[in-house]
């Protein structure tokens, strides 16, 4: 991270168990988001980030957004926390009138 910090754009942000890469929802695995939002703050990051999540998951497609919301909160919590602004903020994409969380 450290080498490329300079020219890093966008993250794919997904969370694994440890074993594989899982592309689990940023706080349903192993990865510390506080520690790893707080060095990409250290090495002035002020790209985007980009869910990444498996497609194989079973359930409706909306059960697909919502994690995705959840995740997106997740992670806009511990930035708060720590007093970082990673992920930026932008608006929300959503159904009409959703405005941004």
Do not use: C
């Not at 910090?5 to 689990?24: I, K, T």
């Not at 997106?72 to 602004?85: E, V």
């Amino acid at each position: 991270m450290y080498k490329l910090s300079g020219h890093l754009q966008m993250v794919h942000a997904n969370d694994n168990l440890g074993e594989r890469d899982d592309h689990l929802p940023p706080g349903k695995g192993l990865i510390d988001w506080k520690q790893l939002l707080q060095k990409l703050d250290a090495t002035g990051f002020k790209g985007g980030m980009i869910l990444e999540f498996s497609g194989d998951r079973p359930g409706p497609p909306g059960g697909v957004l919502e994690e995705a919301r959840r995740a997106r909160r997740y992670l806009r919590s511990i930035s708060r926390r720590i007093g970082i602004s990673i992920p930026p903020t932008v608006p929300s994409i959503g159904p009409p009138g959703a405005g941004p969380e």
